[in-house]
């Protein structure tokens, strides 16, 4: 596609259930983020890939939080048992490479309940 | 810890003028940095990257400028337009490149 996109655009769910948000990066790109941006923040890193491979997961916060991109491509973020604090808007961006310029999707807005 | 600061939080401008967004970084060690646009509600839109190696990037009334060794970034919008009104995020990668750092961001109001 043109741009990065991200489904569902906005999600609710209740307390303890489990998640998973989507990303589909721009075609090529090989790098792959997540980030979560609470209201008035800036996006706070969440976890990185180099093709099928998370380079870098120090930003996500706790084991209830966990990414896949099982073919180099489209990832799925992943979170258990949410909790309240879970709510914020999750970013997902791609590049060529990891040291190119960023390109953000739209977001997917999680609330929980 | 690399900390990012935006100053100011908001602005407010009337029309045509030109203005400066500022940006401070603590961690000179950096890859890169990156200048968004985000509108209410929206994802971050890029504007401008400059590499470590960089001094400036321009794109039309756009001049990003960077001064890695004293740790700070300027935005400089000229001939301001009521479209401009958005928040403007500041970003620098960390020495890998793997993730960005983000301020608050500068939240720019300009009137007609």
């Known amino acids: 596609g043109a741009g990065v996109s991200q489904t569902p655009s906005n999600k609710v769910t209740e307390k303890g259930k489990y998640v998973e948000l989507r990303c589909d990066p721009i075609?090529?790109?090989?790098?792959l983020y997540w980030y979560r941006q609470s209201l008035g923040q800036g996006p706070e890193f969440l976890i990185y890939?180099?093709?099928?491979?998370?380079?870098?997961d120090s930003g996500l916060p706790n084991d209830r939080f966990f990414a896949v991109r099982p073919e180099g491509s489209v990832s799925t973020l992943k979170i258990q048992r949410t909790e309240r604090g879970d709510s914020a808007v999750y970013l997902c961006a791609s590049s060529l490479n990891q040291d190119n310029e960023q390109f953000f999707g739209p977001g997917t807005r999680l609330t929980v309940l | 810890k690399q900390e990012v600061t935006q100053i100011p939080a908001a602005l407010s401008v009337p029309e045509g003028e030109n203005l400066v967004l500022n940006c401070s970084f603590t961690d000179s060690a950096i890859y890169n940095l990156q200048w968004f646009r985000q509108d209410p509600g929206k994802g971050l839109t890029s504007l401008l990257l400059?590499?470590?190696?960089?001094r400036e990037q321009t794109s039309g009334r756009l001049n990003a400028s960077l001064d890695k060794s004293s740790g700070r970034s300027t935005l400089y919008i000229a001939a301001s337009q009521p479209g401009d009104s958005a928040t403007y995020l500041c970003a620098v990668s960390n020495q890998a490149g793997t993730a960005l750092i983000f301020g608050k961001g500068t939240t720019l109001s300009v009137s007609s």
């Open positions: 075609s090529g790109h090989t790098a």
């Open positions: 890939f180099q093709g099928t491979g998370a380079a870098d």
């Open positions: 400059i590499q470590s190696s960089q």
